[in-house]
């Protein structure tokens, strides 16, 4: 009982602090939805003014002006507001429960960020409220060769199984420059350092990998060869989990999304993989592929940057704010990303940044963190533009969502609301009361005291381990 009762103290914390309960309840998706009379940011085909959408089990089902619904409809008044896809982060570790980076070897290809997802983080709440509804959960940098993503959805009062897109090709992290070498981590004493120290070392590791994957996938097409034939000699090679990942990349199946900063560490990733006959899906950070876009261009690799955030770290120095503009110029599929639990809810201001460093189109601009990152991850069939057919994954904001002023009024995934900015301000004085009534209990009320004389220690929002990058909340990988 005293275990329950602490949990609704955390439950009330969260309540009156964030506006979100532990205990959000699932609520009930309309079977049609219809927006109206709004403009309509589609980020596929232009921007349609006093126009409507209709929204049905889920779907887009039509965009036009004057639709009609059921009865039963939920309808939304969109008069003055802007409706745009909801923003998809290409690069996140949130709700990511414990530790980030498997630092023990320099390939942990056979670990997968799926064990770890946490859908209670606050942190995704907080996202919804800025317009995000989908992310790219990313392994750290701590490797050459890291762990496995997770492209999900940001269901949240939902169970952990209903966050992942099922359809997403599934993907992998690898990393170049300072975070795999870690040259800019203590070494403890009278501990080896981890193998490699230095980026030819990081180049090595990751040609290594891949003539045994090679290998491996030679023995095993054999074996299948052999086995379709009915030959009795045919023998299994022993599974190895750590190369089934990359044996995946080579037949086209896994995206690989590399982190890393220098053109020239860069482009020997992309000879790596011309060598292999692979392709990099995308760089992450990037922020010297402005150096190299014909060449990330002609591979058709697409790239994931900060707009405006660097200096954090040597490596970081050659960034410029222009480096999006650049690469779209050349033919690059760009997207921006945030790479952190407090920059995520504010990338479509990100995305209003490239208008200003080399005249980006606003369409271009808004691709940049709707339909571009999509793209990237595969799943641009069912999301990242406002289009017929599509998963309604909409944000109607109250004003344009390039404006410092704009603030999302509703956020929804797939036709069901997943945060109302008008019910979240509705239940804060009820939170409030909650709050006070919990401090009160018995169980809440410092030790040998008749009654509390100090607030209860708020406790933290989840265990924040090792992200790489210093910045703000915990870091950059």
Request: with cysteine.
């Amino acid at each position: 009982m005293k275990k329950l009762t602490a949990y609704l103290l955390l439950s009330a914390i969260l309540l009156a602090n964030f506006g979100v309960s532990v205990f959000a309840q699932k609520s009930q998706k309309p079977a049609e939805v219809l927006i109206r009379n709004a403009t309509v940011m589609t980020a596929a085909r232009g921007n349609l003014e006093n126009t409507d959408i209709l929204v049905q089990n889920g779907k887009i089902a039509r965009i036009g002006k004057n639709l009609k619904a059921a009865a039963n409809a939920q309808t939304i008044d969109g008069s003055g507001k802007f409706v745009t896809p909801g923003i998809i982060d290409c690069h996140s570790h949130s709700m990511m429960d414990g530790s980030v980076n498997e630092f023990s070897y320099s390939v942990t290809s056979m670990v997968t960020t799926r064990d770890i997802l946490n859908p209670t983080d606050i942190t995704i709440y907080r996202a919804l409220a800025g317009g995000v509804t989908a992310a790219n959960l990313l392994h750290g940098s701590a490797n050459a060769i890291g762990g496995q993503n997770t492209v999900v959805k940001f269901k949240y009062g939902r169970s952990v199984e209903d966050f992942p897109v099922s359809d997403a090709p599934p993907g992998i992290k690898f990393a170049l420059g300072e975070n795999p070498k870690q040259t800019n981590q203590p070494t403890q004493a009278g501990r080896t350092p981890r193998y490699p120290r230095t980026r030819m070392g990081v180049l090595e590791v990751i040609r290594d990998a891949f003539l045994r994957a090679r290998d491996y996938k030679k023995s095993l097409d054999d074996y299948r060869a052999r086995a379709a034939k009915n030959d009795k000699t045919a023998v299994s090679p022993r599974r190895e989990l750590e190369l089934e990942p990359l044996v995946e990349i080579l037949e086209g199946k896994r995206l690989v999304h590399s982190h890393g900063y220098r053109a020239d560490e860069l482009l020997n990733l992309l000879l790596i993989a011309d060598e292999f006959g692979f392709k990099v899906a995308t760089i992450q950070h990037g922020l010297e592929a402005y150096k190299i876009a014909p060449e990330i261009a002609k591979r058709d690799t697409g790239v994931s940057i900060f707009v405006d955030s660097w200096g954090y770290k040597l490596e970081a120095f050659d960034a410029i704010p222009y480096n999006a503009y650049i690469l779209w110029k050349n033919g690059v599929n760009v997207s921006i990303n945030s790479d952190s639990d407090e920059r995520m809810r504010r990338l479509n201001l990100d995305a209003a940044k490239v208008e200003k460093y080399g005249g980006v189109p606003e369409e271009e601009a808004l691709k940049m963190i709707t339909l571009n990152p999509a793209k990237q991850l595969g799943i641009d069939k069912r999301t990242g533009s406002i289009e017929q057919g599509k998963d309604a994954d909409l944000v109607i904001w109250d004003a344009h969502p390039f404006s410092v002023y704009a603030r999302p009024d509703m956020t929804m995934i797939e036709g069901e609301v997943y945060f109302d900015r008008a019910r979240d301000l509705l239940n804060r004085e009820a939170l409030k009361k909650e709050r006070e009534t919990l401090e009160k209990l018995d169980i809440n009320r410092p030790p040998g005291s008749g009654a509390p004389t100090t607030a209860p220690k708020l406790p933290s929002e989840k265990r924040i381990a090792d992200r790489d990058e210093a910045d703000g909340d915990g870091g950059h990988e």
